[in-house]
């Protein structure tokens, strides 16, 4: 069985710094895919990110970034430059075979 | 290009009731997954679809069922609703049916709300 671990329910950060938010994962798939998504207050799933378990370089999208340690089995999202905008749900997934496994998701709040 | 739709977009429905809830895929994607959102928590998966077959299903009871047309549009069908069915339904498309390197767009979603 598949499990996504997210133990930060909020964080807050300031507005134009950096933020890391975690992810830990478990799974006996050799071949896996590790997804993070955005959920605003309206509801729709933006992708953001995506990292392939035999990827050896960190992914990378503008201002986010994965940071992907496979021996610990974390995959935390890193967002520099924080936006007003950024406020919102975060919620990572790992792929395997026909599914997403989700984790219960960080509500990041960014302060002018 | 147009993302993926779902509609409706809200509905109210009473406990026993039967529900179908619709869902376009981006173009040229052929595959189509089903989650379940209950508040406060990370969606669940309850289908997949690829080519119009069934490649997957998650942990859900007999009540749930979909399908996917020639198109790749596909529906979600809910019997006998239960309170517990209340959440946002959210339709994902990809291109295709694994995960790797493909992921999941998702459309706005359906809020279902049982009384």
């Known amino acids: 069985a598949q499990k996504i671990t997210q133990t930060q329910p909020g964080m807050f950060v300031q507005e134009k710094e950096a933020v890391t938010l975690d992810c830990t994962y478990d799974t006996s798939d050799q071949s896996y895919g590790l997804f993070w998504y955005k959920q605003p207050s309206s509801g729709e799933m933006i992708f953001l990110i995506y990292?392939?378990?035999?990827?050896?370089q960190n992914a990378t999208e503008g201002r986010y970034s994965l940071n992907f340690q496979k021996a610990r089995k974390s995959a935390n999202l890193v967002i520099s430059a924080s936006q007003l905008g950024d406020s919102a749900m975060y919620f990572c997934?790992?792929?395997?075979?026909?599914?997403?496994?989700f984790g219960k998701g960080t509500l990041l709040t960014v302060n002018p | 290009d147009a993302g993926v739709t779902q509609s409706p977009t809200h509905l109210i429905k009473t406990r026993g009731q039967q529900v179908t809830l619709r869902c376009s895929p981006i173009?040229?994607?052929?595959?189509v997954s089903w989650y379940q959102q209950v508040l406060g928590q990370g969606p669940q998966f309850i289908f997949q679809y690829y080519e119009k077959e069934e490649r997957g299903r998650g942990n859900f009871p007999d009540r749930f069922s979909a399908r996917q047309f020639p198109n790749y549009s596909s529906e979600l069908n809910v019997n006998a609703l239960l309170l517990g069915d209340s959440a946002l339904y959210l339709c994902a498309s990809s291109l295709a049916a694994g995960y790797w390197g493909s992921p999941l767009h998702f459309g706005n979603g359906t809020r279902l709300t049982v009384t």
């Open positions: 997934a790992m792929g395997s075979n026909y599914k997403l496994t």
């Open positions: 990292q392939g378990s035999y990827d050896e």
């Open positions: 173009s040229g994607h052929k595959s």
